[in-house]
């Protein structure tokens, strides 16, 4: 099973501010998803297959990485930003894994 | 308008069962792989168990395996979720959701919320 850990755990960043949000697999991935989950909400499907937005995305958000190594991105923080994001693998399946999210705030 | 509305959740005793349900509108249902994803209380995402387009492959994670059967019905755009010998570490809000290309969730429903506990 591909373990995904997320760091950080939470943070709080200002408006304007650039965040970068990290998942480290602990075996190669082709890809990763990112899901946003805002408080008392489902979570929404917020970039696919490594770097492509989900439909409504703002464009401040980018995705990246390979291996074992992936990372969101926001590139100018935004009050509606804050949010616990979650990666998610489906490379190698079964089991899908997620990973234990990280909680965004507004500072 | 893509909606999935799940149902059937609440309390029920430990080693009982319960059977969720999904109702899917605004696609064709029969087109997607559909899976349920659940939550326990301030905790993360855990995958639960996918089913592919015609019902014949199912796949689940260890923890629900033997005891939680996925199904589909796709004359009534429906998914399920039969729960057996349920334990309290099964209490959680429940989503149904649409899989797409390499194992992504592009819409969820609402959730459900099921408390094992006697």
């Known amino acids: 099973e591909i373990v995904l850990t997320q760091s950080p755990t939470t943070m709080a960043a200002s408006p304007g501010e650039k965040v970068t949000l990290t998942c480290r697999a602990s075996?190669?991935?082709?890809?990763m998803h990112w899901y946003q989950q805002r408080s008392g909400t489902s979570p929404k499907l917020w970039i696919y297959?490594?770097?492509k937005l989900a439909s409504g995305v703002p464009n401040r958000f980018s995705g990246s990485g390979s291996g074992t190594s992936y990372s969101l991105t926001i590139n100018s923080m935004e009050t509606e930003d804050a949010a616990t994001y979650y990666c998610?693998?489906?490379?190698?399946?079964?089991?899908?894994?997620f990973g234990s999210g990280t909680k965004l705030e507004i500072k | 308008e893509v909606q999935l509305v799940e149902s059937g959740g609440g309390l029920v005793q430990p080693g009982r069962s319960l059977k969720l349900s999904c109702a899917a509108s605004?696609?064709?249902?029969?087109?997607?792989?559909m899976a349920w994803v659940r939550q326990a209380p301030k905790k993360g995402l855990e995958w639960v168990a996918t089913?592919?387009?015609?019902?014949?492959?199912?796949y689940y994670p260890d923890s629900v395996k033997g005891r939680f059967t996925i199904s589909r019905d796709n004359a009534k755009s429906s998914l399920y979720l039969q729960m057996n010998s349920l334990k309290s570490e099964d209490t959680a809000t429940y989503y149904c959701?649409?899989?797409?290309?390499?194992?992504?969730?592009?819409?969820w429903g609402q959730g459900v919320m099921v408390t094992v506990s006697s």
């Open positions: 075996s190669s991935v082709s890809y």
């Open positions: 998610q693998q489906g490379s190698s399946y079964p089991p899908i894994t």
């Open positions: 959701a649409r899989g797409q290309y390499r194992y992504n969730y592009d819409y």
């Open positions: 605004g696609f064709t249902f029969s087109n997607y792989y």
């Open positions: 297959e490594t770097s």
């Open positions: 089913i592919s387009t015609s019902g014949s492959r199912t």
